[in-house]
């Protein structure tokens, strides 16, 4: 270790102690006064090492204004933590110092991971089933609207949000908002060598309100709605890269952070390919915690294979269209795939954002039993002319109730995740073969379905005998309905299995019906 | 140029003196007589150094069998060559020559190579648009029953044919082949160390067959159907790689040539991702040409990413079910996508094997509105237990006559492809915007279709007072009507543009229709 602790002295925090117990997976921030001279943000490196045992992660420090620096770790460990700062400053040189994280509090599952492949879970290995929505500009638009939109998002299914860093200047949106990124002058004087640490302290304020509601920020670092009205969209190069920095060292240690490069990143004209590559390695490299990372499309899907991307966010106007169509995309990049974009609940006149409540709850479910996960989005037009797509506010359509109800039966879902179970010949069956299947008839109207179940693949066992349970659910009127019959299998044919009986379920004829069927392992 | 022809002695040719002509594209081929002791497979190394200007070819030489050594060569230029070869046995090495490439014949366009992205051309830029079907094992059956299915090919509609070069132990085609590409004793005991010149020569003699016949040779190097009767699916990795290496070394100088590293890959158990991985780089570097390569699968996807991959050869049972699905492939791979199985036109007892005529051409339709390709397969059974799909023979079903009317419509289509126009909100229609269309009806059967085109995407225009024909395409019964009006443009809404009359075009009714629309240019 070429750490000496004889050559370093007490770190000096800037105002209170530093807190000497954080949480397994919260935040350790250590501040110190530092130089004011010349241009902080561009003189002055500083970092920190961060050790126990054979670990040791070094975590970016970043200037906050008024002479404070901070470096913020979030330790992914229990047990003791030492530290040292590293700088070309002598105040914030070779400062040491220790703490403790301790055991996380109920909420805190940390950070969430790919599980399985296709799925998520937190660090604790709690399974985490994104129903996500997107709320693009609401953390632009003032005290009172971000306190509302954060009410709805409290009584909402949601658990995950997508949002922009840098304002938006879009149809519907083109609020100045209360703070920019860099010092300077609205709309197109900025410095782009001075960040404005309260813009960030401001979103660091709303990443960590959605953290309290158990909320992931799906957080995007570029975008296309500014069009050269701040020019946010078209920095230099060197300026992408500094500010990409920027906001790793001060969000990467909350835990609910996600990273996502860009929304419709083909849309940003001034950008090519190889600067997304380019982006997407400083973020990866510069993560001591490598968050989720990917990156959202408009029209023109990025290499999802990348290395470097850990699930495909992926815009589709027609993915979840139908059955059997959700997975190719899982299929090619063998990842999570989460469809963040699917078209909006709304009436606007635009043809993305128009589908009916019930349109776009049936798309989660066939993104839901395809293996993959859906994203919301609501444009009703309203006399506030506040659309909860781009500003937040409240919700007015009729698919979040029912999107809770979804939630709770991934909740109730195996661990393992809602795999496809017969890809090619019955995309309705989604599960773990044996255990567990969602049916969904989506907009099918039948009044009986016979309990069939497709042969496991390769390594998975079906024996005679084996005994099902059933649940009707009306995944509309959110009812579930306990069929009385155990069913018990009897091999049918070369590719199904059903009850030896020949039982069917009786179903009501009405669209937006599931079967839920749950081995019985008593 | 490290090549010194002064120390060069000229090479002696095994029998008749060395052609001094051939065509572009064609065949140059030096044998020559060398050593016979050892095993000349193993011991001899042996190759060639083509030279014309700044270009400086290296092809590997192959043992052939009686003392002879073969090297091979597809001049891709024309003009004077000179060569010179290089091996470890005195007789080979440092011998040299010269010939000419001249004039390629009318129906000799060169191999086939990936084109604006997502198409084919040859190399003398004609379009190619693949037509293909799939015989497996048709090579391996004798005389009779290969000269019937090269009689039966040349009455078809189809230009690529996929065959392996291993033969093949699976249903309904267990007898042995007269020939083993090892020395060796059937079923299983192979020197992997001397190939059966014999049983090369006679594939190379087919794969001629197939060019005269102007059909891409599909060639499959391994696949699973041996599951260990001959052990062709499971020799070591040193025995791959040289049989690799071999099989290039013959067969790459035959202009009709693709590689197919596997079928369904991923039931091969004894292989591992990074055996293809190694597999796809070791045919890629050592095939100067760089015939087309791909990699087909079962049921996984392989990365079709990989840059040794030129196109994606896919089997999905699903993918070209309905409009707007076989987009989502060649989305994420953004390269040429074929896919090679579909199921089956066929009434055998499996279900990628039943597919009625009506929905194989059904399924190509689709496929080529999304602007990418589908295969052909038949597996009917017949008292003569000769499958299609298998062994070749006689083609019995319905969808080959239907696929030359497509066949025929694609070559009358823009050389730059057909591009799916609309891909989230009208997968009906394919074409180049503003200039050609296919919009295919499928399974729908309407009495009329409203003259619209989709507003094309950014960057081409559409005006007021275009001009278009229509014909009225019946893709079953192959009519084609053309429709007596001439369409003229008016915008219509934020997405459409039709005819400023409002004029439809009269439909019978009937499923299967496409409407074919080409702007008036004159």
């Given at each position: 270790?070429?750490?000496?602790?004889?050559?370093?002295?007490?770190?000096?925090?800037?105002?209170?102690?530093?807190?000497?117990?954080?949480?397994?997976?919260?935040?350790?921030?250590?501040?110190?006064?530092?130089?004011?001279?010349?241009?902080?943000?561009?003189?002055?490196?500083?970092?920190?090492?961060?050790?126990?045992?054979?670990?040791?992660?070094?975590?970016?420090?970043?200037?906050?204004?008024?002479?404070?620096?901070?470096?913020?770790?979030?330790?992914?460990?229990?047990?003791?933590?030492?530290?040292?700062?590293?700088?070309?400053?002598?105040?914030?040189?070779?400062?040491?110092?220790?703490?403790?994280?301790?055991?996380?509090?109920?909420?805190?599952?940390?950070?969430?991971?790919?599980?399985?492949?296709?799925?998520?879970?937190?660090?604790?290995?709690?399974?985490?089933?994104?129903?996500?929505?997107?709320?693009?500009?609401?953390?632009?638009?003032?005290?009172?609207?971000?306190?509302?939109?954060?009410?709805?998002?409290?009584?909402?299914?949601?658990?995950?949000?997508?949002?922009?860093?840098?304002?938006?200047?879009?149809?519907?949106?083109?609020?100045?908002?209360?703070?920019?990124?860099?010092?300077?002058?609205?709309?197109?004087?900025?410095?782009?060598?001075?960040?404005?640490?309260?813009?960030?302290?401001?979103?660091?304020?709303?990443?960590?309100?959605?953290?309290?509601?158990?909320?992931?920020?799906?957080?995007?670092?570029?975008?296309?709605?500014?069009?050269?009205?701040?020019?946010?969209?078209?920095?230099?190069?060197?300026?992408?890269?500094?500010?990409?920095?920027?906001?790793?060292?001060?969000?990467?240690?909350?835990?609910?952070?996600?990273?996502?490069?860009?929304?419709?990143?083909?849309?940003?004209?001034?950008?090519?390919?190889?600067?997304?590559?380019?982006?997407?390695?400083?973020?990866?490299?510069?993560?001591?915690?490598?968050?989720?990372?990917?990156?959202?499309?408009?029209?023109?899907?990025?290499?999802?294979?990348?290395?470097?991307?850990?699930h495909a966010s992926i815009q589709n106007g027609s993915a979840v269209e139908d059955a059997g169509r959700a997975v190719l995309l899982r299929d090619a990049y063998r990842k999570p795939v989460v469809y963040d974009e699917v078209k909006c609940e709304g009436d606007i006149p635009k043809r993305w954002g128009n589908l009916s409540a019930e349109e776009l709850v049936y798309r989660f479910w066939q993104g839901t039993i395809a293996?993959?996960?859906?994203?919301?989005?609501?444009?009703?037009?309203?006399?506030?002319?506040?659309?909860?797509?781009?500003?937040?506010?409240?919700?007015?359509?009729?698919?979040?109730?029912?999107?809770?109800?979804?939630?709770?039966?991934?909740?109730?879902?195996?661990?393992?995740?809602?795999?496809?179970?017969?890809?090619?010949?019955?995309?309705?069956?989604?599960?773990?073969?044996?255990?567990?299947?969602?049916?969904?008839?989506?907009?099918?109207?039948?009044?009986?379905?016979?309990?069939?179940?497709?042969?496991?693949?390769?390594?998975?066992?079906?024996?005679?005998?084996?005994?099902?349970?059933?649940?009707?659910?009306?995944?509309?009127?959110?009812?579930?309905?306990?069929?009385?019959?155990?069913?018990?299998?009897?091999?049918?044919?070369?590719?199904?299995?059903?009850?030896?009986?020949?039982?069917?379920?009786?179903?009501?004829?009405?669209?937006?019906?599931?079967?839920?069927?749950k081995r019985v392992t008593e």
């Amino acid at each position: 270790m070429a750490w000496v602790a004889l050559l370093l002295t007490l770190a000096a925090p800037v105002a209170r102690g530093v807190e000497n117990s954080v949480e397994q997976w919260g935040m350790f921030e250590l501040a110190l006064r530092g130089p004011t001279n010349g241009n902080p943000f561009m003189d002055v490196r500083f970092s920190t090492r961060f050790f126990q045992d054979d670990t040791s992660i070094e975590a970016a420090g970043f200037y906050d204004g008024d002479g404070v620096y901070r470096v913020r770790f979030l330790p992914e460990k229990q047990g003791r933590w030492r530290y040292a700062t590293m700088s070309n400053a002598a105040e914030l040189d070779a400062k040491s110092g220790e703490f403790t994280a301790r055991n996380p509090s109920a909420k805190n599952r940390g950070p969430v991971r790919v599980a399985n492949t296709f799925h998520f879970a937190y660090a604790d290995r709690t399974p985490y089933k994104p129903v996500g929505t997107t709320c693009y500009a609401w953390n632009h638009q003032g005290e009172e609207l971000e306190q509302q939109t954060l009410k709805t998002l409290a009584a909402s299914p949601f658990n995950k949000l997508r949002f922009c860093v840098f304002p938006k200047h879009y149809d519907w949106n083109t609020n100045e908002p209360p703070l920019y990124p860099f010092e300077g002058r609205a709309p197109r004087t900025w410095d782009f060598e001075r960040f404005n640490p309260k813009f960030f302290q401001h979103l660091e304020r709303r990443i960590l309100n959605l953290q309290k509601l158990g909320i992931e920020a799906d957080t995007i670092l570029f975008h296309p709605y500014d069009q050269g009205h701040w020019g946010f969209d078209r920095m230099t190069a060197v300026a992408d890269d500094r500010y990409l920095r920027y906001v790793v060292s001060r969000f990467a240690a909350f835990r609910n952070v996600w990273w996502s490069l860009a929304n419709e990143y083909d849309f940003m004209t001034e950008k090519s390919e190889q600067d997304w590559e380019r982006f997407g390695q400083i973020v990866s490299a510069s993560d001591p915690y490598h968050h989720l990372l990917s990156l959202h499309n408009g029209k023109r899907l990025f290499n999802h294979t990348r290395p470097w991307i850990t699930h495909a966010s992926i815009q589709n106007g027609s993915a979840v269209e139908d059955a059997g169509r959700a997975v190719l995309l899982r299929d090619a990049y063998r990842k999570p795939v989460v469809y963040d974009e699917v078209k909006c609940e709304g009436d606007i006149p635009k043809r993305w954002g128009n589908l009916s409540a019930e349109e776009l709850v049936y798309r989660f479910w066939q993104g839901t039993i395809a293996g993959t996960y859906v994203g919301h989005g609501e444009t009703y037009l309203h006399a506030s002319a506040v659309l909860w797509w781009s500003k937040g506010g409240v919700l007015r359509g009729q698919s979040p109730l029912r999107l809770a109800f979804l939630r709770q039966v991934l909740e109730d879902s195996p661990a393992a995740g809602i795999e496809p179970i017969d890809e090619w010949q019955n995309p309705e069956y989604g599960g773990q073969p044996a255990e567990y299947y969602l049916v969904y008839l989506g907009k099918q109207t039948p009044t009986s379905w016979e309990f069939k179940l497709p042969n496991p693949p390769q390594g998975k066992s079906m024996t005679d005998g084996m005994q099902f349970k059933a649940e009707v659910l009306d995944t509309w009127n959110m009812i579930i309905t306990p069929v009385e019959s155990v069913f018990t299998l009897g091999k049918k044919t070369e590719y199904f299995w059903a009850d030896k009986d020949g039982r069917s379920i009786a179903l009501p004829g009405k669209p937006y019906m599931a079967i839920r069927i749950k081995r019985v392992t008593e």
